[in-house]
Each structure stands twice: as structure tokens, then as C-alpha cells.
């Protein structure tokens, strides 16, 4: 088991003052996209993510460049940073923290774990037990961590980024329908085109890119960030397209489970992160499409039928797009 808290990025206080939202996910941006080239979609996706308040569950076989996605977007931000290797031998406690017995003092002591960090990347999710997977669910829904009896309030923002295998690979445990759920998008990196991959091998030549990365912001300009994205303004036809979105996958034929209540809260605030990200300070029905792939793909189930038929839940998800009518644009 490695478990880490290694200092990914310090907690040194950048610049004060009002926050360039535009500036600084253009830095964010072209920061990350340096290390994880040729993947622009899956940056500005993560960067959604990230000012949404949600968490961000990157899948897809290994060796291109998950945890890479990962660290390069904890480098740009200047804040404290959790690193925990899942592994079958992981316990929950070595996730949020233990009590310990201080004998001098006749008292219990809490150490905390590695999710009492601003950004916590967990690798390969899907490597632990069922049982470690769960100790996060109040960790993410709830921001805070409740051990023997006391809880404990995270910090501020908290930000998830978790990698996986696919399922089909060996030494992996499907993560439940209740833990996927808090992830608000989900994300493949996917291969590179053969340009890019040269241009990988070049740019290694000169050390690791991770090394060049320099923080954009800190914790408390990620927080003004997500202030700004949660106030930008989404029409009522916006709002009813969302729903309809997500009601569609509730009445598919080749669907078990559609996506709940909360999928339309996190569609909405994902959509509105990327307008923010556009440069708008309106959602658009075009910022819906974006990213209802991402928001809702993971958290459907197929029914046994359009598996053995060859259908993804991400095939189901886009003809809910073509099928759901699309508002007419209004301010």
C-alpha cells in the first residue's frame, strides 16, 4: 500500500484581490494541456469539474495518462494536496484518519488521513474493496468525516480527482451506483494520434513536464472562482431542458437504472461552469449538450439486453440528446 500526502503543490498565498476567472482557466488550461497533450476536451472537462464543486473520475486503461491528468491539475493550484494509492489491502481508516490512544496523556489524539486536503487524488479507485471505496462517500457528499462518533469538516474547496481501470481488467471492483453517483462527470483520456505521441517523446527528452508546471491561483482564488460560476444565470427553459435530460434516461427501454435527482443539480452546475469557462456569464443550451455525456453516462445501468447488444450507456445518453427537444435561445 503506498499512501501518501506528498506536497504536489505548497500552500503559499498567490496575489490577493478579484479573481480573473477568464485569466486564470486560460493559465489552468494551457498549464495542463502542456503535460497531457493533444487532449484539450478532457482539460476544459476536468476545469468544468473543478469550478462546479463536483469530483471528477478519470477512466481508461492504464499507462495513458490518468493520474498524469491528475497531478498536472493539482500543480497549477497552490493548496494541499492528498495522494493515496488504492490497493486491495487499503483500509477505510487509512483514507480519513484514526484515533489514537495518547497513554501520557489519558486521551484519544485524531490523526487525520490524506482526505484532509484541498485536492485528493485517488488512484486507481477501483483497486480497493467495496468497503474503502464507501469511506468516501461522506467525504465527497458532505465535506466533512465522521470517526468514532466525532466529525470533522474538510477543507475548503475539496476536490476529488479519482482514476480507474475499466472493469474488465484483472485485480478491479466495479465502484457501486452510490459512489459514482458523487462523482459529478466522468472522463477517458483515451490515445494519442501518432503527432502527438512523438511530440510526447520529445518533450520527455528534456525531464518531466510536472516539474515546469508553476501554480496559477491558490485555495481561496478556486473558491472565488466557484462563487462566480454558481451565480452565473440559467433561463427557466435552460433549467426544464436539464430535467428533461435526465427524466429521458428514467423511461429507456434499454436502461435498469436512469439518472437522479442529483445528476440534474450537477448537470446544471457543470453546465454553467462551462459557460463560465466560454467566457459567458449565461448558460446556453449548447453548454448543457457539452456536458451531459460526461454527467450522466457513468450513472445509468444497461439493462443485460443492450449490453449483449453491444450498447454503451454513453450510446443511450446520446439519443436521449437527439431525442429531447431543444429550447429556443433566450436571455
Do not use: W
Request: charge should be negative.
Amino acid at each position: 500500500m503506498l499512501h501518501e500526502n506528498a506536497p504536489l503543490s505548497t500552500t503559499a498565498t498567490l496575489s490577493p484581490g478579484p479573481v480573473d476567472l477568464a485569466g486564470v482557466v486560460d493559465r489552468i488550461h494551457a498549464e495542463v494541456s502542456a503535460v497531457v497533450v493533444g487532449q484539450s476536451d478532457v482539460v476544459t472537462t476536468a476545469l468544468a469539474v473543478l469550478l462546479a464543486r463536483g469530483h471528477l473520475l478519470v477512466e481508461d486503461v492504464p499507462g495513458v495518462g490518468k493520474t498524469t491528468l491528475a497531478k498536472a491539475i493539482a500543480r497549477t493550484v497552490s493548496a494541499d494536496v492528498g495522494r493515496v494509492q488504492f490497493t486491495p489491502d487499503l483500509l477505510p481508516s487509512d483514507l480519513t484518519g484514526v484515533s489514537v490512544y495518547r497513554a501520557e496523556r489519558h486521551e484519544f489524539e485524531f490523526r487525520p488521513g490524506p482526505v484532509f486536503a484541498h485536492i485528493v487524488i485517488a488512484d486507481e479507485i477501483n483497486r480497493a474493496s467495496p468497503k474503502t471505496q464507501s469511506a468516501l462517500l461522506e467525504c465527497m457528499a458532505e465535506q466533512q468525516v465522521t470517526v468514532d462518533g466525532t466529525t470533522y469538516p474538510l477543507p475548503r474547496p475539496f476536490f476529488v480527482v479519482a482514476t480507474q481501470n475499466p472493469v474488465e481488467m484483472e485485480g478491479t471492483y466495479a465502484l457501486p451506483e452510490a459512489q459514482r453517483d458523487r462523482f459529478m462527470a466522468r472522463v477517458a483520456v483515451g490515445y494519442p494520434d501518432s503527432a502527438t505521441e512523438v511530440s510526447m517523446l520529445d518533450d520527455r527528452d528534456s525531464g518531466d513536464p510536472l516539474e515546469r508546471i508553476t501554480p496559477v491561483t491558490d485555495a481561496h482564488g478556486i473558491e472565488a472562482l466557484r462563487d462566480r460560476v454558481a451565480s452565473l444565470y440559467a433561463s427557466a427553459a435552460v433549467k426544464q431542458y436539464v430535467v428533461d435530460l435526465v427524466s429521458g434516461t428514467r423511461t429507456r427501454d434499454d436502461l435498469r437504472l436512469g439518472a437522479s435527482p442529483r445528476a440534474s443539480l450537477q448537470l446544471l452546475a457543470a453546465a454553467r461552469a462551462h459557460a463560465a469557462i466560454s467566457g459567458r456569464d449565461h448558460v446556453l443550451p449548447d453548454d448543457v449538450q457539452k456536458m451531459t455525456s460526461h454527467v450522466l453516462a457513468h450513472r445509468v445501468v444497461l439493462r443485460t439486453e443492450a449490453r449483449l447488444d453491444g450498447r454503451s450507456t454513453d450510446d443511450v445518453i446520446l439519443d436521449v440528446l437527439r431525442t429531447t427537444p431543444v429550447p429556443a435561445h433566450r436571455r
